[in-house]
């Protein structure tokens, strides 16, 4: 079986009107009483796993926006399988016990037939267990290796979005031939700064770079300026990511500490997502890199299919909200909420999908997908889908910021970020 | 990084983070002196006042200057009166008892937060500073010629932190001024001393604990505000300032307001001088090691006097 | 009837409604009464240092999390037959607590309090230093092997519930217990008046130090039950949110009852749940909530019915 995902006729007129549709709907507020039983004649309920409250908040509202507007495109086309899609939005606050509970809730009270959502790796974590006992098909919109590694389960997928193994490895060569091949690395000292310190020492080592110097932040820090001096003369390059409320502070910080004359800046997006590049004292940030998902600022060559996703999300051309220019969106991620849910729908077109005794032919569907070209499904672009792992796969960006504003300068192929299998997740029973 | 600028500069950006917390923790440590209370929504007072002066200096407008005067003024007052119009409406009417007042500040805390996700928004949002200079600092070393100055890589600081290091040491010299100059401070102290006695000759103890209460969080608030062109207003960044000062007050000594401020110092300092010798985290487990080992071999704190 | 039979009723009653409600309730609500007992052991734990013996730690999660780490390490690391790595998870906290109890109790009151977060804040850095093996933060997924336990799949709803009702049901008749014997009424009398426990020839510094490792261990049992029945370990578990969760309960419940800190978790789990399910200012509910029973049920719920009239309840 190859690729079964639609590539759907929607305008831009359509996606506009979509989303003045749904502007201020989508929460549907659960009813107390439960024990529903799924009607199969009623809407499709998926539950939206969505960080409200907690460090998690600022990406949280951005998926929530996304998956709206998301749902509403989906409904606008007709539902699945003619039946209409109802969004049941649950606060895990970030929190990993919570997030096992909200799980609990989705497959108990509510009822519904598949869940998606969280993003931060401890949430996801915590919550896929349950998710895999509930037999509830989980679709994490996390970019954390711990899906492609195996420490999860059969019912739990990452398709709409990359992981960071596959990010980190696929930067090591431009960094090593364009920036630099003497590294600093500076990254927060918990599980996901590890990841990006063991992916990225061994893939420049495999370029023939070096990291020099590996500086772990403890996570409950909020002030830097002590941890650059650790920094060798001899780096060439800084390759900084960081996460938290903290970021801005941690990227001005870096910006006082070389007063302009420092080594060149390799960064994740992630130290500056949903933060303003024109912040007042970013400007030393002028000409450094930075990995990007998907692109921030609209590149003159944006597909038209990114066009409609830009309006349908109600982004502007610099990443932020169309109503307000200073709500910096998480463009860099967000958009794996978008495409999770495009590949649950067609998925569940495929699979036939009829109440919840048909989650099981929803997981192999969706195993048995392979490549997703670039649509309005997919308006990040191309991707492959990699069923034995439950992850997918596709092209990282690398910007540079000219003029205070980030613009790609190159993009890597698909096979640059692939790696081997590390586990095969359709050799586990259901 | 040589090793002295590095010790330099850890020391700078020690004093700033000290500088910070003496402010917060004198908040803290006059309420818990005075009141016997342990204020568990300190720290949510300290975020309304970054998140107040995010409020009054975006609304405003104007040049970044006449903005953060203006959240300096107006913040701390405003944090200041939710804190005594909460004492009156809570804890005055559960007598203070010291476990209820940590069930009902904790209820305070939550309720301080949400509210605050609620309007303001999970983001994190930058206040601009009224100035701000990269300050590049030389260093000494024996050369050809003997001793040269030099100015090493990254060895800086800037105009606004030396200024928040000048501003807290204003505040709180204007707060022991208060203490042990005006008929305010006298009643607190009295207060201090003996709530009963106090009572006997006449202070309106209700009163005093109520601007005891509103003064503490105004301090906590005084700090947010100097901080938060530094850092980000956010509604999450209570939580490591109410650690700290937790920790400094015991450690300076219930009560004892230079106590306090040594503390704040020691604190502020260490865990920025032992990063520059171990690695960061391992830093933060023996910084937190060392502080426990101080209580538990001098379980009254630095300047506190022994249990009777 | 005596008090004490009327107090035997009482445990037994709780127990058998337990397992009663199993069979009545549905599925959502029985998965939630699961966790619920499982925190409420956490509970007790802290109740015997905090409700009888009056010493307020903030440092628990410590203790919640050497169980939960000694017993999901040694699963991951080694792969420790369940049973071995349940009594290592109980072990750890044993030992933890009685290295924290050594130093710690050289303090008393807010020093106490303070201390012992320190230690806890020292214990969760810890877990993020020691990332390659811990995967901080992250955590890890318990594996299928290491949640069997005799034959039993622990990961299956009904012998979750059934034995998270053991446990709970061992810990509330065990405490029960344990505060009508000769040690209880000692531990009581440390927290009523400690120079008066001393003039009366008890040694206090020895009653707490057994306070404190009876705490820590049964909160460390907690930690290591959290991990097999839920299937996750992570360094959330020792955040200082997880010392103040069980100092919240039992002030909720009533400290110093021994159905306090079972109705605080049940009080703040559903208040949560519920209130969530039509805002997303849920926490502002449970702070009104925690401000409304501060104002008018000062002894917590228990606290407050036995003030009321049930003068027996224990």
């Given at each position: 079986?190859?690729?079964?995902?639609?590539?759907?006729?929607?305008?831009?007129?359509?996606?506009?009107?979509?989303?003045?549709?749904?502007?201020?709907?989508?929460?549907?507020?659960?009813?107390?009483?439960?024990?529903?039983?799924?009607?199969?004649?009623?809407?499709?309920?998926?539950?939206?796993?969505?960080?409200?409250?907690?460090?998690?908040?600022?990406?949280?509202?951005?998926?929530?926006?996304?998956?709206?507007?998301?749902?509403?495109?989906?409904?606008?086309?007709?539902?699945?399988?003619?039946?209409?899609?109802?969004?049941?939005?649950?606060?895990?606050?970030?929190?990993p016990?919570?997030?096992?509970?909200?799980?609990?809730?989705?497959?108990?009270?509510?009822?519904?037939?598949?869940?998606?959502?969280p993003l931060f790796s401890h949430v996801v974590i915590g919550a896929a267990p349950?998710?895999?006992?509930?037999?509830?098909?989980y679709?994490v919109?996390s970019e954390g290796h711990h899906v492609a590694s195996g420490a999860l389960n059969?019912?739990t997928l990452q398709?709409?979005?990359?992981d960071v193994k596959?990010?980190?490895?696929?930067?090591?060569?431009?960094?090593?031939?364009?920036?630099?091949?003497?590294?600093?690395?500076?990254?927060?000292?918990?599980a996901f700064?590890h990841d990006?310190?063991?992916?990225?020492?061994?893939?420049?080592?495999?370029?023939?770079?070096?990291?020099?110097?590996?500086?772990?932040?403890?996570?409950?820090?909020?002030?830097?300026?002590?941890?650059?001096?650790?920094?060798?003369?001899?780096?060439?390059?800084?390759?900084?990511?960081?996460?938290?409320?903290?970021?801005?502070?941690?990227?001005?910080?870096?910006?006082?500490?070389?007063?302009?004359?420092?080594?060149?800046?390799?960064?994740?997006?992630?130290?500056?997502?949903?933060?303003?590049?024109?912040?007042?004292?970013?400007?030393?940030?002028?000409?450094?890199?930075?990995?990007?998902?998907?692109?921030?600022?609209?590149?003159?060559?944006?597909?038209?299919?990114?066009?409609?996703?830009?309006?349908?999300?109600?982004?502007?051309?610099?990443?932020?909200?169309?109503?307000?220019?200073?709500?910096?969106?998480?463009?860099?991620?967000?958009?794996?909420?978008?495409?999770?849910?495009?590949?649950?729908?067609?998925?569940?077109?495929?699979?036939?999908?009829?109440?919840?005794?048909?989650?099981?032919?929803?997981?192999?569907?969706?195993?048995?997908?392979?490549?997703?070209?670039?649509?309005?499904?997919?308006?990040?672009?191309?991707?492959?889908?990699?069923?034995?792992t439950h992850q997918?796969?596709?092209?990282?960006?690398?910007?540079?910021?000219?003029?205070?504003?980030?613009?790609?300068?190159?993009?890597?192929?698909?096979?640059?970020?692939?790696?081997?299998?590390e586990v095969?997740y359709?050799?586990?029973?259901? | 990084?040589?090793?002295?600028?590095?010790?330099?500069?850890?020391?700078?950006?020690?004093?700033?983070?000290?500088?910070?917390?003496?402010?917060?923790?004198?908040?803290?440590?006059?309420?818990?002196?005075?009141?016997?209370?342990?204020?568990?929504?300190?720290?949510?007072?300290?975020?309304?006042?970054?998140?107040?002066?995010?409020?009054?200096?975006?609304?405003?407008?104007?040049?970044?200057?006449?903005?953060?005067?203006?959240?300096?003024?107006?913040?701390?007052?405003?944090?200041?009166?939710?804190?005594?119009?909460?004492?009156?409406?809570?804890?005055?009417?559960?007598?203070?008892?010291?476990?209820?007042?940590?069930?009902?500040?904790?209820?305070?805390?939550?309720?301080?937060?949400?509210?605050?996700?609620?309007?303001?928004?999970?983001?994190?949002?930058?206040?601009?500073?009224?100035?701000?200079?990269?300050?590049?600092?030389?260093?000494?070393?024996?050369?050809?010629?003997?001793?040269?100055?030099?100015?090493?890589?990254?060895?800086?600081?800037?105009?606004?932190?030396?200024?928040?290091?000048?501003?807290?040491?204003?505040?709180?010299?204007?707060?022991?001024?208060?203490?042990?100059?005006?008929?305010?401070?006298?009643?607190?102290?009295?207060?201090?001393?003996?709530?009963?006695?106090?009572?006997?000759?006449?202070?309106?103890?209700?009163?005093?604990?109520?601007?005891?209460?509103?003064?503490?969080?105004?301090?906590?608030?005084?700090?947010?505000?100097?901080?938060?062109?530094?850092?980000?207003?956010?509604?999450?960044?209570?939580?490591?300032?109410?650690?700290?000062?937790?920790?400094?007050?015991?450690?300076?000594?219930?009560?004892?307001?230079?106590?306090?401020?040594?503390?704040?110092?020691?604190?502020?300092?260490?865990?920025?001088?032992?990063?520059?010798?171990?690695?960061?985290?391992?830093?933060?487990?023996?910084?937190?090691?060392?502080?426990?080992?101080?209580?538990?071999?001098?379980?009254?704190?630095?300047?506190?006097?022994?249990?009777? | 009837?005596?008090?004490?039979?009327?107090?035997?009723?009482?445990?037994?009653?709780?127990?058998?409604?337990?397992?009663?409600?199993?069979?009545?309730?549905?599925?959502?609500?029985?998965?939630?009464?699961?966790?619920?007992?499982?925190?409420?052991?956490?509970?007790?734990?802290?109740?015997?240092?905090?409700?009888?013996?009056?010493?307020?730690?903030?440092?628990?999660?410590?203790?919640?999390?050497?169980?939960?780490?000694?017993?999901?390490?040694?699963?991951?690391?080694?792969?420790?037959?369940?049973?071995?790595?349940?009594?290592?998870?109980?072990?750890?906290?044993?030992?933890?607590?009685?290295?924290?109890?050594?130093?710690?109790?050289?303090?008393?009151?807010?020093?106490?309090?303070?201390?012992?977060?320190?230690?806890?804040?020292?214990?969760?850095?810890?877990?993020?230093?020691?990332?390659?093996?811990?995967r901080?933060?992250e955590g890890f997924v318990?594996?299928?092997?290491?949640?069997?336990?005799?034959?039993?799949?622990?990961?299956?709803?009904?012998?979750?519930?059934?034995?998270?009702?053991?446990?709970?049901?061992?810990?509330?008749?065990?405490?029960?217990?344990?505060?009508?014997?000769?040690?209880?009424?000692?531990?009581?009398?440390?927290?009523?008046?400690?120079?008066?426990?001393?003039?009366?020839?008890?040694?206090?510094?020895?009653?707490?130090?057994?306070?404190?490792?009876?705490?820590?261990?049964?909160?460390?049992?907690?930690?290591?039950?959290?991990?097999?029945?839920?299937?996750y370990?992570g360094?959330?578990?020792?955040?200082?949110?997880?010392?103040?969760?069980?100092?919240?309960?039992?002030?909720?419940?009533?400290?110093?009852?021994?159905?306090?800190?079972?109705?605080?978790?049940?009080?703040?789990?559903?208040?949560?749940?519920?209130?969530?399910?039509?805002?997303?200012?849920?926490?502002?509910?449970?702070?009104?909530?925690?401000?409304?029973?501060?104002?008018?049920?000062?002894?917590?719920?228990?606290?407050?019915?036995?003030?009321?009239?049930?003068?027996?309840?224990?």
């Amino acid at each position: 079986m190859s690729n079964r995902v639609s590539k759907s006729t929607i305008t831009r007129r359509t996606a506009l009107k979509t989303l003045a549709g749904s502007t201020g709907a989508g929460l549907l507020l659960p009813g107390l009483a439960g024990g529903a039983f799924a009607q199969e004649s009623g809407p499709i309920k998926l539950g939206f796993q969505v960080h409200r409250t907690g460090i998690g908040s600022a990406y949280g509202r951005w998926y929530e926006r996304v998956a709206t507007a998301a749902i509403a495109r989906i409904n606008d086309m007709g539902g699945i399988n003619g039946r209409q899609v109802e969004m049941i939005a649950e606060d895990d606050g970030t929190d990993p016990r919570r997030g096992a509970e909200v799980v609990e809730r989705f497959a108990n009270l509510h009822n519904v037939d598949a869940v998606f959502g969280p993003l931060f790796s401890h949430v996801v974590i915590g919550a896929a267990p349950r998710a895999g006992e509930l037999k509830m098909p989980y679709f994490v919109v996390s970019e954390g290796h711990h899906v492609a590694s195996g420490a999860l389960n059969r019912y739990t997928l990452q398709p709409g979005i990359t992981d960071v193994k596959s990010q980190v490895i696929s930067m090591a060569p431009y960094v090593a031939e364009n920036v630099g091949k003497k590294v600093t690395m500076i990254f927060p000292d918990f599980a996901f700064g590890h990841d990006h310190r063991d992916f990225f020492t061994d893939a420049i080592a495999a370029q023939g770079g070096e990291v020099i110097q590996q500086i772990a932040v403890p996570p409950t820090e909020t002030t830097f300026t002590r941890y650059f001096p650790s920094i060798p003369r001899e780096t060439e390059v800084v390759y900084h990511v960081m996460v938290g409320p903290g970021v801005l502070t941690f990227v001005r910080e870096m910006g006082e500490f070389f007063g302009g004359q420092g080594p060149a800046l390799f960064g994740f997006i992630d130290s500056l997502e949903a933060v303003d590049i024109a912040s007042p004292g970013l400007e030393f940030l002028e000409d450094s890199y930075f990995w990007e998902g998907m692109p921030r600022y609209a590149q003159p060559d944006q597909t038209p299919h990114e066009a409609a996703y830009r309006a349908a999300v109600g982004v502007d051309e610099n990443g932020a909200s169309i109503d307000d220019p200073r709500d910096v969106s998480t463009y860099a991620h967000m958009f794996g909420v978008w495409e999770t849910l495009a590949v649950m729908k067609a998925g569940m077109e495929a699979a036939g999908y009829q109440g919840p005794d048909d989650r099981q032919s929803l997981i192999e569907a969706v195993e048995a997908m392979s490549d997703m070209p670039l649509s309005d499904d997919h308006p990040q672009g191309d991707k492959v889908f990699n069923g034995r792992t439950h992850q997918v796969f596709g092209k990282q960006s690398i910007s540079r910021v000219q003029d205070g504003k980030l613009v790609r300068v190159h993009q890597t192929s698909i096979e640059d970020t692939l790696y081997e299998d590390e586990v095969d997740y359709t050799a586990q029973s259901f | 990084m040589d090793f002295g600028p590095h010790l330099l500069l850890a020391t700078l950006e020690g004093a700033v983070t000290a500088a910070i917390l003496a402010l917060t923790a004198m908040g803290l440590s006059i309420v818990f002196g005075v009141m016997r209370v342990v204020n568990v929504a300190h720290g949510e007072f300290y975020m309304l006042g970054a998140v107040i002066a995010w409020f009054i200096a975006t609304s405003l407008g104007a040049h970044p200057a006449i903005g953060f005067v203006a959240a300096l003024l107006l913040a701390p007052l405003a944090v200041g009166a939710i804190a005594a119009v909460s004492d009156r409406l809570i804890l005055s009417r559960i007598d203070y008892d010291p476990e209820r007042t940590i069930v009902a500040t904790i209820g305070l805390l939550y309720i301080i937060q949400q509210a605050t996700l609620m309007t303001f928004g999970p983001d994190a949002r930058p206040v601009e500073p009224p100035f701000n200079h990269r300050i590049a600092l030389p260093w000494v070393e024996w050369g050809d010629g003997g001793l040269a100055l030099y100015w090493p890589w990254g060895l800086s600081i800037t105009s606004y932190k030396l200024f928040i290091i000048g501003a807290a040491a204003v505040v709180l010299t204007g707060i022991w001024l208060v203490m042990t100059r005006t008929r305010f401070g006298l009643i607190m102290r009295a207060t201090q001393q003996d709530r009963e006695m106090a009572m006997v000759f006449g202070v309106p103890v209700d009163r005093t604990f109520a601007y005891v209460f509103g003064l503490g969080a105004g301090l906590a608030a005084i700090g947010a505000v100097l901080v938060v062109p530094v850092q980000q207003a956010h509604y999450l960044m209570g939580h490591d300032p109410l650690l700290l000062s937790f920790i400094v007050v015991i450690i300076g000594g219930l009560g004892s307001l230079p106590g306090t401020v040594i503390a704040a110092i020691l604190i502020g300092m260490t865990d920025g001088i032992i990063s520059v010798f171990f690695s960061p985290t391992l830093a933060k487990i023996i910084a937190t090691l060392a502080v426990a080992m101080v209580l538990v071999f001098r379980p009254q704190g630095l300047m506190g006097k022994a249990s009777r | 009837m005596t008090d004490r039979a009327k107090s035997y009723t009482l445990h037994v009653g709780i127990v058998v409604l337990l397992a009663v409600l199993f069979f009545v309730l549905p599925a959502y609500h029985v998965g939630n009464l699961a966790r619920i007992m499982v925190l409420a052991v956490y509970a007790i734990g802290y109740n015997l240092l905090f409700g009888y013996t009056g010493l307020l730690s903030l440092g628990h999660a410590l203790f919640f999390a050497a169980g939960m780490y000694g017993f999901g390490m040694s699963i991951h690391l080694w792969g420790t037959p369940t049973a071995l790595a349940l009594v290592l998870g109980g072990l750890s906290g044993l030992v933890v607590a009685g290295i924290v109890g050594f130093l710690a109790l050289r303090t008393r009151d807010v020093a106490f309090m303070i201390v012992t977060l320190m230690f806890a804040q020292a214990g969760y850095l810890t877990i993020l230093y020691f990332g390659p093996t811990t995967r901080g933060d992250e955590g890890f997924v318990v594996s299928d092997a290491g949640r069997t336990l005799f034959g039993l799949d622990l990961s299956d709803e009904a012998t979750r519930y059934w034995a998270a009702l053991v446990l709970l049901a061992t810990a509330l008749l065990g405490t029960a217990a344990l505060v009508k014997s000769r040690l209880g009424r000692a531990l009581i009398a440390v927290r009523e008046n400690e120079e008066r426990a001393q003039m009366l020839g008890y040694d206090t510094t020895r009653l707490k130090y057994i306070a404190v490792v009876l705490s820590g261990t049964l909160s460390a049992v907690a930690g290591a039950a959290y991990a097999i029945l839920f299937g996750y370990v992570g360094g959330t578990f020792a955040t200082v949110q997880y010392s103040i969760f069980p100092l919240l309960w039992v002030l909720l419940g009533g400290a110093g009852t021994t159905i306090g800190p079972l109705i605080g978790v049940i009080f703040m789990f559903y208040l949560i749940d519920i209130s969530s399910g039509f805002t997303d200012a849920y926490m502002f509910i449970a702070g009104v909530a925690l401000l409304i029973l501060c104002l008018f049920a000062p002894q917590g719920i228990a606290g407050e019915i036995r003030r009321r009239g049930l003068k027996w309840l224990p």
